[in-house]
């Protein structure tokens, strides 16, 4: 009985130590950047965040494709991956989160049906185009998270990095 309760709480302790990967995507268009609005789970507010979702090896042969599906899934466009803007990590959650710079090649930005989000476990109720000024001026509370905040604060300084940089083996 002890073997097969340390045996679990070891599974449980290795699942916890896996790092997880999310990729977010801004999307550009006309020197304005996308943004959504969805639902924080923990305090039932909304807050905007780019268009993110978690790298799931099953589905996406790299990085690359996450990013697209998750533009596909979330806000109904294709896009190009243009450049890699950064890499964050979050070490009290052991996330890794590669942020990528993309424009819109097919498309216009919608929210998907509800039925998707809710298969997908997403709120999303908003999403909109930002100016440059008007990111400069919103607050790191209206923010989904830290994450999301510093990938505009980024984006604000133009900070790119070439795809060149990440090798998919």
């Given amino acids: 009985m002890m073997k097969k309760r340390k045996k679990k709480i070891r599974k449980a ?7 997880k990967i999310k990729i977010g995507v801004l999307v550009e268009n006309k020197n304005k950047l996308l943004l959504i609005k969805e639902l924080n ?3 039932g507010k909304y807050y905007w965040n780019v268009v993110k979702g978690t790298f799931e090896q099953e589905k996406d042969k790299d990085f690359i494709q996450t990013a697209k599906r ?9 896009v190009k991956i243009n450049s890699l803007q950064g890499v964050m990590y979050l070490h009290r959650k052991n996330v890794t989160q590669f942020n990528f710079l993309a424009s ?3 498309g216009t930005p919608k929210i998907a049906k509800i039925e998707d989000q809710d298969e997908r476990g997403e709120n999303i109720i908003e999403l909109r185009f ?3 000024n008007e990111i400069k001026n919103m607050k790191k509370k209206e923010f989904m998270n ?6 505009t604060r980024n984006w604000l300084k133009s900070i790119i990095n070439n795809l060149d940089i990440l090798s998919f083996m």
């Fill in 130 to 132: 930002f100016s440059r």
């Fill in 41 to 43: 789970s923990k305090d």
């Fill in 146 to 151: 830290e994450r999301a905040f510093l990938a």
């Fill in 70 to 78: 998750e533009c596909k899934e979330e806000i109904g466009v294709s």
């Fill in 104 to 106: 819109i090649q097919k």
């Fill in 13 to 19: 302790i290795i699942k916890d130590m896996e790092n």
